[in-house]
């Protein structure tokens, strides 16, 4: 064991560290409709808004009796979990899935159910106390506050309360002056000098958004006259480098090394090397092609399940004798990465008919390269299962396997339980994907010395 771990690179995926913006101020000043103008103005499936209305604390009886009458106090740090609250910042920030809480305005309660955040690249923190807490205030990237006049923020508050969390206006205006105006003034106006940025009129202020300078007087940066976007956008493309410059590193690094012995080669029986010259000639019919690729498929899931764990057992046999045999310790899934990977769907129902499977998409920019995580869904239970398939027919730079291996990893299976299948691999790919995860094991059926473009996918799926 002392071999694999010094053996083992580092791999960072792109979305670890990710760039948290806090986004504070009274309620009703304009921090969601902010938070959603960023987003808009990006325009990327990567950032993500977390609401801190999620950590509200779960009340007691007598607490969610106030509630229903408007007595209870919600906007001071003490409605707030904020032990919650930074424990899920820490996992996102370490590039970790996190569960966040759903908390009911309706039943002043939290649901049973929660929503899982994995793998934005950039994080919105919008919430009365976003700047308050100062163990957030240590994740924090950037720092913004908003501000608008008492009486914009109060009717926007009605507003929200009564469409939103079905509240009367009443209500509505007794919280304001009981609770929410002496908790602005104790608890929310302070965050403002921890700001890095003020933003005076809310979402109406399109410069602080965009990428357009205004003068100092207009709102005051820490980071001189960096704005929320230009910020981001600068971010990103660092990552973006770093991340590409990592797997070229990685690459280079492994490029002298032996394959590791957790590679298996398909045995290149005669039957396989015929089969591999049907599928490799550019001549060969669509129909000739699918079905001998359909039937290598099924080899490479036969052989990958010999990898998974078994355990010893007996059985009577129809004639009335002992078997001595093996059976599998537990289910075996399946993780398909789109859109190549579907190509071994057929193989892999003729070898497990009733396999649970997910899905991934990661697919390379057009502009650098980089794979990207567009889509993810794993059966519920998959860190459970005793074996985990993880299918793509070819293998070229290794990016997208490292990224696919490190989602499974992220989600709690351990990578000895990971069996990555393909047909087709670049031998520096190999190296790269099993010095970062030894324990992994690849099954693939012919092997080439570096990087070859994707065709496996085209040619079965004939676009």
């Known amino acids: 064991m002392a071999d694999v771990v010094t053996q083992r690179a580092h791999y ?55 509630a229903f009458r408007n007595e209870y106090d919600f906007d001071s740090p003490d409605a707030i979990d904020f032990d919650v609250l930074v424990d899920r910042l820490r996992e996102l920030k370490a590039g970790k899935r996190a569960e966040i809480p759903i908390y009911s305005f309706a039943k002043h309660a939290r649901e049973k159910e929660t929503t899982s955040i994995y793998s934005p690249h950039v994080l919105i923190l919008e919430g ?48 304001w002056f009981a609770y929410v105006k002496p908790n602005f003034e104790a608890y929310v106006e302070p965050q403002r000098k921890v700001a890095d940025i003020i933003v005076p009129r809310g979402v109406e ?3 602080a958004i965009g990428k357009t300078s205004l003068s100092s007087h207009t709102f005051q940066l820490t980071y001189g006259k960096v704005m929320v976007i230009q910020y981001i956008e600068r971010k990103l493309i660092e990552k973006s480098k770093s991340h590409r410059a990592a797997l070229k590193k990685l690459g280079q690094s492994s490029e002298n090394d032996a394959l590791s012995e957790n590679v298996i080669l398909l045995k290149q029986t005669s039957q396989v090397r015929g089969m591999n010259t049907i599928i490799q000639d550019i001549d060969t019919s669509a129909e000739d092609f699918i079905f001998y690729f359909d039937r290598i498929a099924a080899l490479l899931v036969e052989n990958a399940l010999n990898n998974i764990y078994f355990k010893s057992v007996t059985v009577e046999t129809p004639t009335g004798n002992k078997y001595h045999g093996l059976h599998a310790t537990g289910e075996t899934s399946a ?29 390379s920019n057009i502009r650098t390269g980089e794979p ?29 396997g490292l990224m696919a291996v490190q989602v499974l990893v992220d989600h709690g299976v351990p990578e000895d339980k990971i069996v990555f299948v393909t047909y087709f691999a670049g031998r520096i790919a190999l190296k790269g994907l099993t010095k970062v995860f030894p324990g992994v094991k690849v099954v693939v059926c012919t092997t080439v010395p570096d990087f070859e473009e994707r065709w496996v996918a085209s040619r079965y799926l004939g676009c």
């Open 12 to 66: 960072s995926p792109p979305w670890a560290d990710v760039s948290i913006i806090g986004i504070a101020g009274s309620s009703g000043s304009g921090k969601s409709t902010l938070s959603h103008a960023i987003v808009s103005k990006l325009n990327l499936p990567w950032v993500v808004i977390l609401s801190m209305d999620s950590f509200y604390k779960s009340l007691d009886e007598e607490s969610s009796r106030k």
């Open 205 to 207: 202020n399109r410069v």
């Open 372 to 400: 990207e995580l567009h889509y993810l869904k794993l059966p519920q239970d998959i860190r459970t299962h005793d074996g985990v398939l993880l299918l793509d027919p070819q293998m070229s730079s290794g990016g997208a």
């Open 128 to 175: 009365i106390f976003a700047l308050y807490d100062p163990r957030v205030l240590e994740l924090l990237d950037m720092k913004i506050f908003c501000e608008a006049d008492a009486d914009t923020c109060l009717s926007r508050r009605i507003l929200r309360d009564v469409e939103e969390r079905g509240r009367d206006i009443k209500g509505c205006i007794k919280q």
């Open 335 to 363: 993780v398909v990465i789109l859109r190549a990977g579907s190509t071994f769907e057929t193989g892999l129902r003729r070898v497990l008919p009733d396999c649970k499977t997910g899905r991934l998409l990661i697919q």
